[in-house]
């Protein structure tokens, strides 16, 4: 009788276990799933070291604290090794409009400067009127929901990777 509870006790930390880590509603297409991570989406893939791109483990977010604003970076990231599957430069100006640099308590993560760091790596003239929107706000960081206690906010903008990828883009297509 024993036997019979523990394979029931298997079989149901097995189907948990598959639950948990099942790929039920995101697209099939690695790319699609670098999209969808970059829109705040499921974190399906990170950067382990540079250029090693990997599924991520099944507890990779509990070791990071501000997860959810890495897994942005990481996809912003690993799109620029992609560039023959798709229109890359497309999602990272929607997502250079969306995010902002954010300031998680123990530093800031720099996500629009990230962005605007690899649109001007890219090269591409449809970069440049966002990239130039973002140099007429305020573009202030944001503290960020995992931030513990007061944050010592400061007043840091992404502006000088958005000047510096406008400068790029520009000499790159003179």
Not at 7 to 33: C, E, K, M, N, Y
Not at 51 to 80: H, M, Q, Y
Request: charged share 25%; aromatic share 6%.
């Amino acid at each position: 009788m024993k036997k019979v509870y523990l394979l029931h006790g298997v079989a149901v930390v097995i189907l948990i276990l598959w639950f948990v880590t099942a790929d039920f509603a995101t697209p099939s297409s690695r790319f699609d799933q670098i999209i969808t991570q970059l829109n705040g989406g499921k974190c399906t893939y990170e950067i382990k070291t540079e250029g090693d791109i990997a599924k991520r483990g099944l507890f990779s977010g509990f070791i990071r604290r501000s997860d959810s604003e890495r897994c942005v970076i990481d996809a912003v990231n690993i799109l620029t090794t992609m560039q023959e599957d798709g229109d890359v430069v497309q999602p990272l100006i929607i997502a250079l409009q969306k995010y902002r640099n954010v300031d998680s308590g123990d530093g800031i993560i720099p996500i629009r400067s990230e962005i605007a760091s690899v649109l001007g790596r890219l090269e591409d003239k449809r970069a440049l009127t966002p990239l130039n929107d973002i140099l007429l706000t305020d573009d202030l960081t944001v503290l960020s929901d995992s931030a513990s206690g007061r944050s010592a906010y400061k007043k840091q903008t992404s502006f000088p990777a958005v000047k510096e990828a406008i400068k790029t883009i520009n000499e790159a297509n003179k």
